[in-house]
């Protein structure tokens, strides 16, 4: 008979001293749901897995032949379950090995007290993060932003002590894998506490290693249309950023609902558009530092910052080992965070305005006018209120005229064959500028019907009914 809860489907298969520790052990403690189980077990790692994956009628498969782990995965992927052997002759030693002391918690899978060595329990209670021992991060330096991690979703404090070593350690994180810090850096980004993990990676020391563009942020100063310095505003976006994705409403009035189904859509390296929008938060400002100048007149300013920005930011997920797809989409959010700013002095817009706003964003349309949302709202130096009323009210209509282009760009009542035809221009750059124009005007109501349309083009191809052949 097949069993669909994986902590069932274990007590019956598991013939030898076995336990649930770790995480799984954390969260059922603090009573949070969890689909992600480590079992430690005297014994055969192999047999264990692929009995309960016989008994669930789940997939097996090796993830690490070097450490005997096996894993577990239900085919609908609900949960998945690593079956790994003990570390060392006994429980209370394979959790002597582990990072923190609320991690180092096991749980005999047919029933039986705790075994707590460190007294985790105790920390799960003072919601307190501490090491096991003091060479714990020195076993693995990328505990280090684990630290930081565990802390903004569990909201937990971490202790000084633990602080202190964590910050010791920071230096050996250029040994850790990319991949393992991207990691580690998205569930940061991802957790509504981001802003508490940020400050802790600050705190141990770990910013200035796997992001030292953040850090260089730091006591650059700007115009008196800032309040904050770099580093402060880009918290400060990162915060609104945040506030934006738990009740768009708020900002975007009618376009809540859709801005919230948006936002949930996946993107890409298991993130959806709302968590990469944190990405493109964090970045957006990034050359700053590097685009400071001022002017004779003592003026600051940062020309340019927007296309240097979105070098950096692709450089700088590439170095994570980031996605493409995710690398394009930060860098497109960085390269036009400034458009729709510009066009506030230029309202009320005219639909080709509107248009090339739209052509030119693509395919980060939705995103960056969000983006810019949380930028001006995190802008409150000088005439902050007025400003940001007016760019509010913009990007609101923007905002629906980019939900409505996703669903379907415009397009000429013309196809580009059809045109070519009517004209007698051949396919090349000629017939791509008579179509780029046809659309610019369709979506402007310059052109409604095809016979409109085929007048357009052959006054754009400079013809009377005979193009060039």
């Known amino acids: ?25 954390r969260d059922r403690a603090l009573g949070r749901p969890t689909d992600d189980y480590d079992v430690a077990l005297e014994g055969d790692a192999r047999r264990l897995a692929r009995s309960l994956a016989r008994c669930a009628d789940a997939h097996v498969f ?4 070097a450490f005997g782990v096996w894993r577990v995965v239900d085919r609908a992927r609900r949960w998945q379950v690593d079956v790994l052997p003990l570390a060392g002759h006994s429980i209370e030693a394979d959790l002597a090995g582990r990072d923190f002391t609320v991690n180092a918690i096991a749980e005999p899978l047919r029933g039986g007290p705790h075994v707590d060595p460190f007294g985790g329990l105790s920390d799960i209670r003072e919601r307190k993060l501490r090491m096991v021992s003091t060479r714990a991060f020195a076993d693995d330096p990328l505990r280090t932003l684990r630290l930081a991690r565990l802390a903004c979703e569990l909201d937990f404090v971490a ?8 910050a010791a350690s920071a230096p050996a994180l250029v040994q850790v894998a990319p991949e393992r810090i991207f990691a580690e850096l998205k569930r940061i ?8 993990g940020l400050g802790l990676m600050d705190a141990v020391r770990a910013t200035e290693v796997v992001l030292p563009e953040l850090t260089a942020m730091r006591g650059v100063e700007q115009s008196p249309y800032h309040h904050l310095d770099v580093y402060g505003h880009t918290r400060s976006v990162l915060a609104e950023t945040i506030a934006l994705s738990l009740d768009p409403g708020r900002p975007l009035r009618e376009h809540g609902d859709a801005v919230a189904r948006f936002l949930a859509e996946p993107l890409a390296d298991e993130l959806t558009r709302g968590q990469a929008l944190r990405f493109g938060a964090l970045l957006h400002d990034v050359a700053k530092p590097a685009t400071r100048r001022v002017t004779s007149e003592g003026r600051v300013t940062f020309i340019g910052h927007d296309a240097v920005g979105a070098e950096m930011a692709a450089v700088i997920l590439g170095r994570l080992r980031a996605s493409e797809r995710l690398r394009e989409h930060v860098a497109g959010l960085t390269r036009h965070h400034l458009r729709l700013g510009f066009l506030v002095h230029e309202m009320p817009l005219g639909r080709r305005t509107i248009y090339r706003y739209l052509r030119d964003a693509e395919p980060v349309q939705v995103d960056v006018t969000l983006l810019s949302v949380a930028d001006r709202l995190a802008t409150r130096g000088r005439g902050a209120q007025q400003a940001i009323a007016r760019h509010l009210e913009l990007a609101r209509q923007l ?5 409505a282009w996703r669903e379907g760009r415009p397009r000429p009542p013309l196809r580009g064959d059809e045109v070519a035809r009517a004209v007698g ?8 500028r008579i179509l780029a124009e046809l659309e ?16 357009r083009a052959r006054e754009l191809a400079g013809v009377s009914g005979v193009g060039e052949r």
């Open 189 to 196: 980004l991802a957790s509504d506490r981001a802003l508490q």
């Open 440 to 455: 610019e005007a369709s979506f402007a109501g310059e052109i409604t019907s095809r016979e409109q349309a085929i007048a």
């Open 159 to 166: 202790d000084p002590n633990t602080v202190a070593a964590a």
């Open 425 to 432: 221009v051949r396919p090349g750059r000629a017939l791509g």
């Open 399 to 403: 905002l629906g005229e980019a939900l």
């Open 1 to 25: 008979m097949t069993i669909s809860d994986p902590m069932e489907a274990l007590v019956r298969v598991a013939n030898e001293p076995a336990w649930l520790v770790g995480g799984a052990v």
């Open 62 to 65: 090796a993830l690490s032949e």
